[in-house]
């Protein structure tokens, strides 16, 4: 068996295409998801990935959760911080729980997450951490406060991680995907896909899950590791920093 890999949000979406990446790299996936049974049941009759399913914003959900991969699996070794979700409004018209439920899934979960496993990578003098940002972190986003702030939190939690375990053997990075082209993005009204996102858009196309997953396989392997501290914008050039 390859080395434990554990995705967050990794039974949908982009964190679906990156378990399945990690898998064909000869990894030990261990696919978490929130809550919808039915998606994650499916997912793990169709490629043969484990699936657990804990909240991500509860720091002892995630302890149990760990402890459970471990023990079905080994010790995780490679984390991808990928769970997230929006709760879009204005500023002016965001309630409290709208801002923390965002804040707790998209950045409470990556120190949740992070300190359950951290310890033993340490001990092991080896670790991989990649957590999933966003294009809007990095910019800004009309309507998203609260994912904007959360996604820019997790490049200054990636730094201060980065430099706290590069010695024991630990790299720490970010992704920060632009438009890619999940169920949700291509649900989008063809015209207002072609008239408004598209043309902001260099290489004048959507983005693939299988991009991002790529990324993070390369950023989860040993020829990377001298790369830490980093964020690797998957955007199509939308946003050049």
Known sequence: MGRVAVVTGGTRGIGAAI??????????????????????????????????????????????GLAAVEADLGPVEILVNNAGITRDTTLHRMSPEQWRAVVSTNLDSLFNMTRNVIEGMRERGFGRIVSISSINGQKGQFGQANYSAAKAGVAGFTKAVAQENAAKGITVNVIAPGYIGTEMVR?????????KILPQIPVGRLGEPEEIARSVVFLASDEAGFITGSTLTVNGGQYMI
Do not use: H, M, Q, R
């Open 19 to 64: 378990s399945i990446g990690l898998k064909d790299a000869g990894y030990s996936v261990a696919a978490n998801y929130a809550g919808n049974d039915e998606a994650a049941n499916s997912f793990k009759a169709e490629t043969g990935i484990s699936v657990y399913k804990w909240d991500v914003s509860d720091f002892d959900a995630c302890k149990e």
């Open 187 to 195: 649900a989008v009204p063809e015209e207002v896909l072609k008239s």
